[in-house]
């Protein structure tokens, strides 16, 4: 992308490195101070706090839209365990595969969109899980074929555990639920910013592609040689042989049974002489 090379090249040295260390940590921290406020340790009530509703900031809790992003995924701690490694591997991946740069561009896209879009919904919560998930999903698109092993043991290549969220997304899309929707909405536009146009180039590949194979498939199934009289071909009779006629105007085809006893169709110059 012609515009990002740009903006690298003018902003590039104002990157933020280890971002997704940076989210994890602030996670973990949250998640031990929820773990504590639920074992009765902690009498604050802080994970109230996190949570990005747009009412709330126009209210004047101004810091919602920067808080709700170290908000717990799950209140479990194997759950999120498992969801912070995957956030872990897949981020720094991805920070590697782009630079810094670009992987701090693709956050902040699907952050924005996030923040910008939950004000369709003023009174309900925005959540950072969706965009967490655009960043699984990037990277399922960048290596389909990595082996994600499940609880460590169960081997499932990433690009099927692709598909089921974007199944997954299109049935919360059918449900009507209209927070979910408009997250996914705005989630998933990091994605289509950085591989919307890759994927409209593979389509049209892909048509291309289905087209001349229809055009070979209906070129082999027209059969080479069709008798002119009686009309089987060398599809239906295999083993009946054909010959064309230097005698006839145009050279038609014969079976061997009508090849000898047909009547010769006269070329235009002889039609004239006569």
């Not at 994890?24 to 340790?41: D, H, K, M, T, W």
């Not at 956030?87 to 956050?107: I, K, P, S």
């Not at 655009?134 to 698109?141: E, H, I, K, M, T």
Request: proline share 5%.
């Amino acid at each position: 992308m012609k515009l990002l090379d740009r903006l690298q090249r003018k902003l590039g040295r104002f990157a933020i490195p280890h971002v997704t260390e940076g989210l994890i940590s602030g996670q973990v921290v949250f998640f031990l101070i929820g773990a504590a406020e639920r074992a009765g340790l902690l009498q604050a009530s802080v994970l109230d706090k996190l949570p990005f509703i747009p009412n709330r900031v126009l209210a004047g809790e101004f810091w919602r839209p920067f808080s709700f992003v170290f908000e717990p995924p799950v209140p479990d701690p194997i759950f999120a365990f498992f969801f912070w490694y995957l956030f872990y591997l897949m981020g720094t991946t991805l920070e590697h595969t782009w630079g810094t740069f670009r992987y701090n561009v693709f956050l902040l896209v699907g952050y924005v969109a996030t923040v910008g879009a939950a004000f369709l919904v003023p009174d309900a919560p925005a959540s950072i899980v969706f965009l967490e998930g655009s960043v699984f999903l990037a990277f399922a698109y960048l290596y389909p074929d990595f082996r994600l092993y499940i609880m460590f043991v169960l081997p499932v290549r990433i690009k099927w555990l692709a598909l089921l969220t974007w199944i997954g997304y299109f049935l919360v899309i059918l449900s009507g639920n209209l927070i979910a929707i408009v997250m996914i909405f705005a989630s998933v536009a990091n994605f289509f910013v950085f591989f919307g146009r890759d994927i409209l180039r593979r389509a049209r590949s892909g048509h291309r592609l289905m087209r001349d194979q229809a055009a070979r498939s209906a070129s082999r199934a027209k059969p080479r040689h069709r008798c002119t009289i009686c009309g089987i071909t060398n599809q239906t009779h295999p083993d009946m042989d054909f010959r064309y006629c230097s005698k006839c105007a145009g050279s038609p085809c014969y079976c061997e049974e009508h090849l000898r006893n047909h009547q010769h169709v006269e070329r235009e110059s002889q039609v004239a002489a006569d």
